[in-house]
């Protein structure tokens, strides 16, 4: 794969990821390892020093990783222009091995790293920071996996062969052929169900407050969301039956919808899953339930319009 400058641009971002990580990294290994707050010595108080600078890098590769991750997506789509067969990101993606789990991964890290802003704003809320250990034994979790991220990052893209031709988005995303895939985006009528269903119920656990159970519901609701979305909704966005791809709706074609539709996805689920694992005020608790079913609730709304306004426009069903 040569070198585009948008893919040597995520290498060195990869880079200065890596340098300030190890650092973040160390620093919490010291912490996690040395810190009592029984004890009242002077490296209980260097540690707590650095604990500031640790969360200071922390916070910078979040903030930075959130329009990486948009930039990363926009980078498969403009190499697809280069790949044989390939019509989008989609093509991009699964033109090697290691597409599906890095993309994976990705969105696997931008939940860790948003969960430890949560669990560092809410232990520093309080004098005694009862989750000043845990949020840096988070985060050396969080830092092995951006390891793996970063790493499957180069090797993907340095597998991807130019000259060879690569599947589009229509093949891989086929509902007639015999793969597991294919076999599960037919069932679309099962996944629509499953999508207003646990939305119901999101909102019932939402009314009965059990916190639980709706951050349970939530990591529900991305799955079927997901899977609703390209095996049902996507082809009304696209207005084409055969359409299923899950990235070609971030084109400027369909109006950038699709950036929307995982935002407001990524910051309702997000913040429905954050309730089921700590501890909040009552005040807290109260913003995080509204924020959570407020996102998921637009993006409800956002791809009912599509199929909606179809049938309004055309009188049948695709």
Wanted: aromatic share 20%; hydrophobic share 50%; net charge neutral.
């Amino acid at each position: 794969m040569s070198l585009t400058p948008e893919v040597l641009s995520i290498y060195i971002v990869d880079i200065l990821f890596l340098f300030f990580a190890s650092i973040a990294f160390y620093l919490s290994l010291k912490i996690t390892l040395g810190y009592d707050r029984n004890k009242n010595t002077q490296q209980q108080y260097e540690l707590e020093k650095k604990s500031y600078l640790a969360a200071t890098i922390i916070k910078f590769i979040f903030f930075i990783k959130i329009p990486m991750f948009v930039f990363f997506v926009f980078t498969l789509d403009k190499i697809s222009n280069i790949l044989v067969g390939a019509m989008c990101a989609a093509g991009v993606v699964n033109a090697t091995e290691y597409g599906v789990p890095l993309l994976i991964l990705k969105m696997l890290n931008l939940y860790l790293f948003a969960f430890w802003i949560t669990l560092n704003s809410e232990d520093m809320k309080y004098e005694e920071q009862k989750y000043f250990r845990a949020k840096f034994l988070l985060f050396i979790v969080a830092f092995v996996l951006l390891l793996i991220e970063i790493i499957t990052e180069i090797v993907m893209f340095s597998s991807i062969d130019i000259n060879s031709i690569v599947d589009c988005c229509g093949a891989i995303f086929s509902v007639t052929d015999t793969t597991y895939i294919s076999e599960l985006l037919s069932k679309d009528t099962l996944l629509v169900t499953l999508f207003y269903g646990s939305f119901i119920l999101l909102a019932l656990s939402f009314l009965l407050k059990q916190r639980a159970l709706y951050g349970v519901l939530n990591l529900l609701f991305v799955i079927v969301s997901i899977l609703s979305l390209i095996s049902f909704f996507g082809t009304y966005i696209y207005e084409l039956p055969t359409h299923h791809c899950p990235f070609c709706m971030l084109q400027k074609d369909y109006n950038y919808i699709g950036y929307f539709l995982y935002i407001f996805l990524f910051y309702g689920t997000y913040y429905g899953v954050s309730l089921a694992f700590l501890e909040y005020e009552r005040k807290e608790v109260k913003r995080r339930f509204n924020l959570s079913l407020l996102f998921n609730f637009i993006y409800l709304v956002l791809v009912s319009y599509f199929p909606i306004s179809y049938y309004f426009k055309n009188g049948v069903w695709l």
